[in-house]
Structure formats: structure tokens, C-alpha cells
């Protein structure tokens, strides 16, 4: 580090011309792309509202145009009471799951962190197990699924990390099978516990795979404020995160405190995670697949990875939704599969890619 | 309920293995095992006998006097026909009648070890994971594998085999005869219901029975178009997973909840989902609250569950 002052002012300087034109394009392309997946979402439905007709109905409630709505009030209905929560959902739990896994893979310098690789996901489901198979908290009208999934992701996480810097060694390969052993026992306990209560396998199995069925707004309002904190905590960090990409040490001698860093980081992205996935259950490789798109198309600096991961995990997982509605309806298929089924092929990719490259 | 669970669990499997394919095997329901049940005179037991189960001929050398059923519908059916002093365990979902000897022993997770334990001289099983048959037969514990029924017919014909198999004959009959008897004065008692719509919940996510299932015939029945139909081409097993922007569309004239127990859904929380005040069955409050077990069940208290569905449908329609 013999010219660290040279590296810092490299690395927490703002070249904004250069980040300028860059930005300006992807915000656009990012922006454009959530749109039109939104719009997709509220179009496209195992309902046929017609898209001409849904659109007139959206701009029905834009003040001065003057377009009258031909919808009945079931189709109303459907629209804004089931179909637009739904895409809602979609966007909060996509950006927050993409950005989760941006902070995961920059935070431990590791390409395949994710929120399942490291065990906060299995953590989750164990928390949201316990609480929908003793069916806690619905006496008293709370939902205590966020908290319980919290807490379990928070554990996951907590012992993937402390066993993986404990062996030491590789970081990577570590860290991972860190990960690994910690969600495989994690997942063993939620196994149990869901085959020690028959009845309410049905409605935990269901989960696991992943949903963005909603209760309506509510579900959106409630999983809207865990997200817009824990997004705002890890854009904040996305500086930081490309200090830290150069090592602990080199990172420390520019003045960065990583420790707090890396368990802020760790803690908004957990935080997010949990919520999201206590709503929407556990839809996998979301967190891998947005994050290295991203890293392919416009490059690796977290400065650009973690907002264009948040745009385009949202508007990706609205996609995938509306695969996972319509492609066998009026049935649906839970949109876990849908993510895996394109996911794995693409982890695999990546894959290929890291190993040359290097984390 | 157990055998609700596990079908939805099948479906979802099914869902994934088959998204697309429409396919129509159905393999929940193998073709009916009748002939020896409607051949066989229903005479006084004699031993020996044999029976037709889904998992082949069996033979019997002598009325079985220690039963385990691993079967809910089974334990009701045996109870019913008189063969209920006969039954030394019955499994942790056999809830019904209140006399049955429960024990921790699961028709879900069946561990053979633990069934052989109570020595049998004849297990019912209605699902067979990870070799249980072959298992107890290895044991040469006679086992008949009743899995669930896709119809009436395939319902009253397991009552009649287990009448036989257990020197009950009689008393199967007059239980098949009197579900027979009171099912068809039921219907006939709501003349003009064909083609209401129907809606059958399993769960609060939205899983539903199409007509290839036993509840799904029970509204077939009645002349009710059961909506989950639609969705047959996706599901092959029966039991898809509707969305519910589909089912507020279709509005049905008759929600019927099987999810009052596990899930604790009512009249008034399906009135309170929203967009669902759309539904006409919600406008008029033609929603039934049924029983998780009768509702998922295909032993003689079917006539439990057709007379809640006949006295909906005398009121369909009315606020």
C-alpha cells in the first residue's frame, strides 16, 4: 500500500463527468425497464382486461385528460384491489432481494453470496415455520412472521459468518461452505418442525416456494417500510462497498471502519431480505442472477451495481410474475420455480465466468 | 386433512413436473379395483377371501381381529360397518369417531417398525411413501392400500372391500345402501341448481379441487360447474393452485371453505379479502363453512358434507 493516498483518492474521489454519462443512460434504461414491467403486470393477467382497456382505466384517473374508464366494478376490482397490489409486492420484494445480494457478494468479496447461499434465507424460513405451524401471534391479530423470519435470517447469516472467518483460509470457498452447512442444518430444523404439524404443511409448503399473492395493500404497506430503510441504508454504503473491495486491510488504512460497515451492510441487507421473504416466501437466485446481470452489462463498481440492481430486480421480478400467473392459468405456479428454472442455467454461467476471472 | 395435505404437496410437485405439458394421467386415482368387490355375493363372511386393493389381490385366512388404519376415511368406514372393536390403533389424523384407538403412528411419515410394533393382522393405508407396502408385506402383515377415491362409486366399492375384509359384509352394505339412499334424496332436493358456479377452497392461498377429484364429483352431483376446471390442462393432479384475480372474475355463485380449521378462514374473512365483495356467492352469502376433515374425506360421512352443500344451494342465490 505504498501509495495508499494515491489509491484513496482514486477510490472515494467522484469522477463525475466520467459517472455522469454513464449513470444518466442507465438510469434511463433502468427507469424505462421498471415501467414497462410494471405496466406489463397490471396489463397481462390470467384475467384478459384487455390492454387497451387498462390503459384508458390508468389514465382515467389522471386529472384533466378527460379518458373515461369502461371497466365494471368487478374489473375494477381485479385491477386495483388484487393484480395492482400484486405488482407492488413484486417491485419492494425484486429490488430488495437484487440489492440484498449486491450488498452480500460486495460486503463478504464474494461473487455467489446471496441471501441463500449464506444461510439467511433458510434462517428466515425456519423463524416464519415455527410461527405459521404454532400459529403465533394470531390470536392477537399480529403477524409475526417479519420479526421470526428476521431473527432467523440475522442467525443464519451470523453463524455462516463467524464459522467461515473462523476456518479462515480461502475466503471464498469458506465463506460458502460456511453458508452451505449453516442453511442445510437450518433447512433440517424447518423440515422438522413443518412435518411435526400435518396441518399446517399445506400453507408452509406454499410458502417455501415462493408467492406474491397478496391480502392487498396491507401486505405492500407493511413490507414497504423494512425495504425503504434497508435500501436506503445500503445505497448509502455503495461507496464504501467498492473501498472494501480492495481488502480489510487497505480498506482500514484509508479510514474506512469496516467492521461497522460490513454489519451495517449485513444487517439492512438481512433486515430486507426477511421481510420481503416473510411476505413472499423464499424465491431464490433473484439476489445472484439481477446483481451479475448488472456486473455484465455495466460494469463492477458498487456505485452502479446496487441502484441498477435495485431497479432491475424490481421490474425482474414482476416479470417473473407474470410468467408464474399466467403460464398455466387460471392455475399458477409458485414463482420460486419460475426464478430457479431461469436462475439456475444462469448461476451456472456465472459460474464459469468467476472462476475465470476471480472474485 | 392429512390426505388433503398431501395432495396438495402432490400437486404442487405436479404442478412443476407437469407446467405445461397438459398432461391427463391421472395418478391419484388408478382405475377402479371393482370387479372383485361387485362380484363377490355379499353373504355371510367366509374365510378365507380374498379382496381387491390398489395395491393388488389380497388374501385373508381368517377375520382379522387387530387392524391398524393409517387411514382417516378408512377409520371412519370401519367404525361405521361395525368393524370398529376389531381396530387396535388407528393413525394421528383419525380423529373421527371419538372411540377410535389413536395412536402417534402417521399414515404421512409411516414408519414400519413402529406399525409392526402393535403386531397387525391387517394395516389400511390410503398413501404408500417410501415402500410401506412393501414393507409390511415383507413382514407378511396384509396390507390394503385404499388410495383416495375419485368418485362415489370407487368410495361406496372401499367400504364394500373393507366390509369383506374384515367379516363385516353386511354391515358395509347397509352403510353403502343408506349413503346411497339419503346422497340421492339429498340432490333431488334442490331441483334447478345446474350450472351454478362453484368454488371449493383448500386453503387460504387459493388451492382448489377440480372435478377429477372426489369433492369435485360430490358438485358434480348436483349439476354445479365447479371453476377450478379451467384449470385442469395445468394441474393434473387435481388440485391447482387458482390465482385470485381468476376467481373474483368468474364471480361463483358458491364459495365452500375447507379451510375453516388449519386455516381459520370464515364467512367473514373471505367477505373481507379484498375485491371479493365482487363475488356474487360473497354478495348473497351463499359461502359454506365446511369441515376441513369431512370436506377432505371420502368415507360414509360424505353424507354430512352433501346435506351442508344441498341446504346452501335451497337458499342459493337470496340475500
Not at chain 1, 445480494?101 to 434465507?121: E, I, K, T, W
Not at chain 2, 372393536?85 to 383419525?94: E, F, K, L, N, P
Not at chain 2, 382448489?208 to 393434473?236: K, M, P, Q, R
Not at chain 2, 367473514?268 to 359454506?288: K, L
Request: hydrophobic share 50%.
Amino acid at each position: 500500500m505504498a501509495d495508499a493516498g494515491g489509491l484513496r483518492a482514486r477510490l472515494l474521489a467522484r469522477p463525475e463527468r466520467a459517472l455522469r454519462g454513464v449513470s444518466l443512460g442507465w438510469t434511463a434504461a433502468a427507469g424505462i425497464f421498471v415501467v414497462v414491467a410494471a405496466l406489463l403486470g397490471l396489463a397481462l393477467g390470467p384475467v384478459d382486461l384487455g390492454v387497451a382497456a387498462v390503459g384508458r382505466e390508468v389514465l382515467s384517473h389522471v386529472p384533466f385528460l378527460g379518458v373515461e374508464s369502461s371497466f365494471s366494478d368487478t374489473q375494477d376490482a381485479i385491477l386495483w384491489e388484487l393484480r395492482a397490489p400484486r405488482v407492488a409486492l413484486g417491485l419492494l420484494v425484486g429490488a430488495m432481494l437484487a440489492s440484498a445480494g449486491a450488498s452480500y457478494q460486495g460486503v463478504f468479496r464474494n461473487p455467489l453470496a446471496d441471501p441463500y447461499l449464506l444461510g439467511a434465507a433458510a434462517g428466515a424460513g425456519l423463524g416464519a415455520t415455527i410461527v405459521i405451524a404454532n400459529d403465533l401471534g394470531g390470536d392477537a391479530g399480529l403477524d409475526l412472521r417479519p420479526v421470526a423470519a428476521f431473527a432467523g435470517a440475522m442467525l443464519g447469516v451470523g453463524i455462516a459468518y463467524v464459522l467461515g472467518s473462523s476456518v479462515g483460509g480461502r475466503e471464498t470457498a469458506t465463506l460458502i461452505l460456511a453458508g452451505v452447512t449453516v442453511a442445510s442444518f437450518l433447512t433440517a430444523l424447518q423440515t422438522y418442525v413443518q412435518q411435526r404439524s400435518a396441518d399446517s404443511v399445506q400453507e408452509v409448503y406454499s410458502w417455501i416456494l415462493g408467492r406474491l399473492e397478496t391480502s392487498g395493500w396491507t401486505d405492500v404497506l407493511i413490507v414497504l417500510p423494512y425495504v425503504a430503510v434497508s435500501a436506503a441504508v445500503l445505497l448509502w454504503h455503495r461507496r464504501l462497498l467498492d473501498v472494501l473491495a480492495v481488502g480489510d486491510d487497505e480498506a482500514a488504512s484509508l479510514g474506512v471502519p469496516v467492521a461497522r460497515v460490513r454489519l451495517l451492510v449485513v444487517a439492512a441487507a438481512t433486515l430486507g431480505t426477511a421481510a420481503a421473504v416473510a411476505f413472499s416466501g423464499l424465491i431464490a437466485f433473484v439476489g445472484i442472477i439481477v446483481p451479475h446481470a448488472v456486473r455484465l452489462m455495466a460494469g463492477t463498481s458498487y456505485r452502479l451495481v446496487l441502484p441498477l440492481s435495485l431497479a432491475f430486480g424490481a421490474g425482474f421480478l414482476v416479470l417473473m410474475d407474470l410468467v408464474s400467473r399466467t403460464v398455466v392459468a387460471p392455475a399458477q405456479l409458485p414463482i420460486g420455480v419460475v426464478t430457479a428454472f431461469l436462475g439456475a442455467p444462469f448461476f451456472a454461467v456465472v459460474l464459469r465466468t468467476t472462476r475465470t476471472v476471480g472474485p | 386433512m392429512l390426505s388433503r395435505s398431501l395432495a396438495a404437496a402432490l400437486a404442487v410437485l405436479l404442478a412443476f413436473v407437469l407446467a405445461g405439458c397438459g398432461g391427463d394421467d391421472d395418478t391419484a386415482s388408478p382405475p377402479a379395483t371393482s370387479s372383485a368387490a361387485v362380484e363377490t355375493t355379499p353373504a355371510p363372511a367366509e374365510f378365507p377371501v380374498t379382496v381387491e386393493a390398489d395395491n393388488g389381490a389380497v388374501t385373508f385366512d381368517e377375520e382379522p381381529d387387530a387392524i391398524v388404519s393409517l387411514s382417516a376415511t378408512a377409520t371412519e368406514s370401519l367404525f361405521a360397518i361395525g368393524a370398529g372393536d376389531q381396530v387396535i390403533a388407528v393413525d394421528d389424523q383419525s380423529n373421527y369417531p371419538a372411540d377410535a384407538p389413536v395412536t402417534d403412528l402417521s399414515g404421512f411419515e409411516p414408519n414400519v417398525e413402529a406399525i409392526a410394533s402393535y403386531e397387525p393382522d391387517l394395516v389400511i393405508a390410503a398413501y404408500d411413501p417410501g415402500g410401506l407396502v412393501d414393507g409390511l408385506e415383507k413382514l407378511d402383515i396384509p396390507v390394503l392400500l385404499q388410495d383416495a377415491a375419485p368418485d362415489l362409486d370407487v368410495a361406496y366399492e372401499q367400504i364394500e372391500t373393507l366390509g369383506e375384509a374384515t367379516g363385516n359384509s353386511e354391515g358395509a352394505e347397509t352403510v353403502v345402501e343408506s349413503m346411497q339412499i339419503e346422497i340421492e334424496e339429498l340432490v333431488a332436493s334442490v331441483p334447478g341448481v345446474e350450472g351454478a358456479t362453484v368454488y371449493h377452497e383448500l386453503g387460504p392461498d387459493f388451492f382448489s379441487a377440480t372435478s377429477e377429484t372426489f369433492i369435485g364429483s360430490v358438485y358434480e352431483l348436483f349439476g354445479l360447474v365447479n371453476i377450478a376446471d379451467a384449470a385442469t390442462e395445468a394441474d393434473a393432479g387435481g388440485y391447482p393452485q387458482l390465482t385470485g384475480e381468476y376467481i373474483v372474475s368468474e364471480s361463483p355463485d358458491l364459495i365452500v371453505l375447507a379451510d375453516t380449521k388449519c386455516c381459520e378462514q370464515t364467512v367473514a374473512t373471505v367477505s373481507g379479502r379484498p375485491g371479493w365483495d365482487q363475488i356474487e356467492a360473497v354478495q348473497h352469502g351463499d359461502i359454506v363453512e365446511a369441515d376441513d376433515d369431512i370436506a377432505s374425506r371420502w368415507g360414509p360421512r360424505t353424507v354430512v358434507f352433501v346435506e351442508l352443500i344441498a341446504e346452501s344451494l335451497a337458499g342459493i342465490g337470496r340475500p
